[in-house]
């Protein structure tokens, strides 16, 4: 089965930029979504389609995907922006959704 | 606005099952299909399957195949989730979340609040 990969952990200082990446065997060729869902709530839609962003979400939420790697860039990082991020994407081979493992975002 | 309301706590002893509940508001029910994921405590999201809101047509999971089952009730715009032969690592918090656009493979736009679903003898 697909496999998705993301750091268990990034931290970055407030006003600098995070970068939180995905690894997949050759997932530039698939849509990758992410997900913030901070602790005690619903995971919320932040990135889909590699890099369109949903009406309401800052555009300091970018994404990008190439080759072996997709990832979620969020600059200027707020304390606000702490939380849990998910890299999402469809395995069409095995009709599954498929979640990476992660990534909890410190501000410092 | 839209809108997903779940069903509330349960508690379960290992070997029962479980129904969740997930009633939709402020959009056409049909047009848009529902997923259910779950998040174990501490851990990540495993998705578990997927409905049609048009034609109840599933696709489920192979780790919960044969032991999950998903249904809707056009009536009253309300998606349910049923997992048999409960276990302790069972034990999460179960969503729904809708299809942000009509096709099994657009992301979710919409989540409900959660479920927490404990088994425990």
């Known amino acids: 089965s697909y496999v998705l990969t993301q750091p268990p952990s990034v931290s970055v200082a407030p006003g600098q930029t995070a970068r939180i990446t995905c690894g997949g065997n050759?997932?530039?060729?698939?849509?990758v979504h992410w997900y913030q869902q901070k602790p005690g709530q619903a995971p919320v839609l932040v990135i889909y389609?590699?890099?369109d962003r949903p009406s309401g979400i800052p555009e300091r939420f970018s994404g990008s995907n190439s080759e072996t790697t997709a990832a979620l860039t969020i600059s200027r990082v707020e304390a606000g922006d702490e939380a849990a991020y998910y890299c999402q994407l469809w395995d069409t081979s095995s009709e599954h959704w498929v979640f990476g493992g992660g990534t909890k975002l410190t501000v410092l | 606005q839209v809108q997903l309301i779940q069903s509330g706590a349960e508690v379960k002893k290992p070997g029962a099952s479980v129904r969740v509940s997930c009633k939709a508001s402020g959009y056409r029910f049909t047009d848009y299909g529902i997923s259910w994921v779950r998040q174990a405590p501490g851990q990540g999201l495993e998705w578990m399957g997927w409905i049609s809101g048009y034609n109840g047509i599933t696709k489920s999971a192979q780790k919960f195949r044969g032991r999950v089952t998903l249904t809707t009730d056009t009536s009253t715009s309300t998606s349910y989730m049923e997992l048999r032969s409960l276990r302790s690592d069972d034990t999460a918090i179960y969503y729904c979340?809708?299809?942000?656009?009509?096709?099994?493979?657009?992301?979710?736009?919409?989540w409900g609040q959660g479920t927490l679903v404990t088994v425990s003898s």
């Open positions: 389609d590699d890099f």
């Open positions: 979340a809708r299809d942000m656009h009509p096709s099994d493979s657009a992301p979710f736009d919409y």
């Open positions: 050759n997932i530039g060729s698939k849509s």
